[in-house]
């Protein structure tokens, strides 16, 4: 049970951002509870053994880590380290019959070869190169502000200084920059692949919820890039954890948060707990409250109307392979291949295939989605003796699979998805990717996949949506709405401190941070 029963600030939920608020906090002097529901801390951002018998531990959720900003991990003195890949992708394609494919790593030149031989010319690279010489311009200038108070729309764009980005990224759909600038439908595709992740949405998607996915999808670190944790995602969750507790935070586990109450000035939260050696209820008192879980949840502890969810749409699934698969593009090595991004499917026109599949209702023929393989940039994830015989994990992320999709028969729509979508691998592979599978203790096959209901049910994701809900622009709404920080809600003592805040969403602390800030009034 909790040890004292009034505190500075109580947070509802031991996720990554929940335990950056508490750090903060904490290290401000502040007396600080989380509460958290599960047995241990994390969130989505955890790292555990999902096959039995087998040392392997995976970021069986979040994977990738490219919003966290140095600034959180040096002023936190967080024990945490990413890697960088050095591959960004690889896509495999058949053109005139012979298996061939796009890799975009290894050097300048490297790349510019790899461009020509697919496309015939250099003016695809070109076009590339200037298209994310803009993104990477907007990424230096938008990044830092993510830390700051909210800039409103104006203030944004005189710091990105460059009309024609602007326009591009946050007033036309994404898919006009695209088509205007690219002309080969891989190079298209492998672009708007990052409009798509977790976003279920048509390249010209009047909403822009693409243009916004897009953007959150280049801006990271200032440089766009997406790094491999060491020793996985839970290693900076249990680095949070630490330092949380190091400052003074009291983190309590299998306590759920059941109803919060406030006049604005002071707040108490009831909770109840089943630790495993028995049950029982209480309520804590607080000056604030940080809830770091979806609006839907915050709207259910308040009592207040919740906001529809946002449809999660995409396929997780993690694998243990005994060996990496033999390619049928033999130019290209497997470990390089599944180094950076392996694209699977996501041409331009099989992605706008697949959407509309999937937006009639039913599963896309032929699945996109993308691999990579974290033990080839950091192999600490796994046992030594795994290690030493060439054991290699597989991340596999797939796109426009909405919720809808799963609600008659979550389960077999899974089994049917995952064996269409590991056809669609295979078909890029010399050999079949169940040849290569480890097994577990029990002989099963080392594979599992989770749909968006599975991290409804999991992670309490409504409607198994990553972002928590739909992508905002990072800038304040002309009608204050957002507030200071984005993390304000309707009751002046309690803020939003999860993915849903503005400019939440992915693995970045950015909403810990800045409710932290909003309740020191900075």
């Known amino acids: 049970m909790p040890a004292q029963q009034v505190y500075d600030t109580v947070i509802v939920g031991g996720g990554h951002n929940g335990l950056v608020a508490a750090a903060y906090l904490a290290r401000a002097g502040q007396s600080v509870l989380v509460l958290e529901r599960l047995d241990h801390t994390g969130g989505a951002a955890v790292s555990t053994r999902p096959f039995e018998g087998v040392d392997a531990r995976l970021s069986r959720y979040s994977y990738l880590v490219s919003l966290l900003p140095d600034k959180i991990v040096d002023e936190l003195g967080l024990r945490f380290a990413v890697r960088k890949r050095n591959v960004s992708s690889y896509t495999p394609v ?86 205007e600038r690219f002309t080969d439908d891989l190079v298209r595709g492998v672009v708007l692949t990052d409009a798509l992740i977790g976003t279920f949405a048509d390249a010209h998607d009047p909403s822009l919820a693409q243009n916004r996915c897009f953007l959150y999808h280049v801006i990271g670190g200032g440089t766009g890039d ?6 996985g995602m839970g290693a900076f969750t249990d680095a949070l954890a630490d330092a949380a507790r190091a400052a003074g935070a009291e983190i309590v586990t299998g306590h759920e948060a059941t109803a919060l109450r406030t006049d604005g000035h002071a707040a108490e939260v009831d909770f109840r707990t089943d630790t495993g050696t028995g049950t029982g209820e209480g309520t804590v008192a607080a000056r604030h409250v940080l809830v770091n879980a979806s609006p839907q949840a915050l709207a259910v502890l308040t009592g207040d109307a919740a906001p529809p969810p946002a449809e999660g749409a995409q ?70 003796d795994l290690v030493a015989r060439g054991y290699q994990t597989l991340t596999l992320f797939g796109l426009h ?77 002309a009608d204050g709405a957002t507030g200071r920080w984005g993390v304000e809600t309707a009751h002046a003592n309690v803020l939003l401190c999860g993915a849903g805040a503005v400019r939440g969403g992915g693995v970045s602390g950015i909403p810990g941070h800045n409710a932290a800030m909003a309740v020191l009034g900075r």
């Open 401 to 477: 699979t909405p919720a809808r999709l799963f609600a008659d028969d979550n389960d077999k729509t899974r089994e049917e998805l995952l064996a269409a979508t590991l056809a669609q691998l295979d078909a890029q592979l010399a050999e079949p990717i169940a040849d290569c599978l480890a097994t577990d203790a029990q002989g099963r096959p080392c594979i599992e996949a989770k749909t968006p209901l599975d991290l409804e049910r999991d992670l309490r994701l409504p409607g198994g949506n990553i972002f928590h809900r739909a992508l905002a622009f990072p800038y304040a709404e």
């Open 226 to 231: 997406w790094d491999v944790p060491v020793g």
């Open 315 to 384: 396929l997780k699934v993690n694998m243990l392979l005994t060996r990496l698969p033999r390619l049928r593009d033999t130019s290209v090595d497997p470990r390089e291949a599944f180094a950076g991004t392996f694209h699977i499917g996501e041409g331009y026109g099989e992605l706008a295939a697949a959407y509309a599949q999937a937006a009639a209702g039913r599963l896309p023929d032929a699945p996109p989605s993308e691999i990579y393989c974290h033990s080839l940039t950091d192999p600490s994830i796994l046992g030594p």
């Open 94 to 179: 058949v053109r005139d019959g012979r298996p061939t494919g796009l890799l975009v790593g290894g050097g300048e030149e490297r790349t510019r070869a790899a461009f020509r031989r697919l496309t015939g010319s250099d003016a695809e690279y070109t076009a590339w190169r200037e298209f994310y010489g803009m993104t990477r311009r907007v990424a230096e200038r938008v990044f830092p502000t993510l830390t700051e108070p909210l800039p409103t729309a104006a203030a944004l764009r005189e710091r990105i200084g460059d009309e024609a980005a602007w326009r591009a990224l946050f007033e036309e759909p994404i898919g006009v920059a695209v088509e």
